[in-house]
C-alpha cells in the first residue's frame, strides 16, 4: 500500500513538472525579438504612474531572444538587459502582458532588429530619468521603448503628451510630484507613458499571464 501511495505522489509530481516545463517552453516559444512587454512595477513611484495615466501598467520593455535567451531590454537604475524570468518575477504577482507590431514581418526585419539593437546600446548603462525629462541624457521606461521604435523603424507607439494631460490630483502624485519638481512642474515637458503605449492601436496581444 506504501509502495502504491509513494508511486502516485512521484508519478503526480512528474506529471506536474512536465505541465509546468511545457507551459514555459509554449509561452517562451511565442516570443520574437522587438515584442513589447508591460507589467505592474513594484517600484515606489509605480502607483503614482498608474493612478496619474488611470492604467494598472506602469513598466514596459523590449523583449530580445539571442542564443536562445530571452531578454528584456529596459530603463531601470541602470539602463540594462534582464533575464526574462527574472523581469518577470520583479513584477507585481508576476503579471505581464506581451503585444506585438502588427505586420511585425514587414516592420521588424532582421536589418530593423539590428538597427534597434545598435540604437538601444547608446542608452545602455545609463541613470533613469525620474523627472521624465525629452532628453537622452537620462531615460525612463517608455521613452526608451519608444525612441528604439521611432529611430530603427520609423513608427511612434502611442501619442506623445504633456505632463498637464495626465491626472495629477491624486494626493499620492502630487506628493511625488512635489518632491521631484519642488513647486515648478514643467507641465509642457514632452512625455510617453506605458500606459499610452499598452493602448496603441498598432499592437496586438500575443501573451497575457
Known sequence: MRRNISFRIISLTLIISLFISCSTDSFENKLKSGDIIFQTSKSQQSKAIQLATHSKYSHVGIVYVENDKILVYEAVQPVKLTPLHEWIDRGEKKHFVVKRLKESEK??????????????????????????????????????????????????????????????ENEIVKEIMTKRYGETIPMDEKVISPSEMFQSEKLITIIEN
Open 107 to 168: 516592420y521588424l526585419t532582421s536589418s530593423n532588429l539590428m538597427k534597434m539593437k545598435s540604437i538601444g546600446e547608446k542608452f545602455i548603462g545609463k541613470n533613469y530619468d525620474i523627472y521624465f525629462e525629452w532628453s537622452n541624457d537620462r531615460i525612463y521606461c517608455s521613452e526608451l521603448v519608444w525612441k528604439i521604435y521611432k529611430e530603427a523603424v520609423g513608427i511612434e507607439i502611442g501619442k506623445l503628451q504633456t505632463l498637464k494631460e495626465f491626472d495629477l
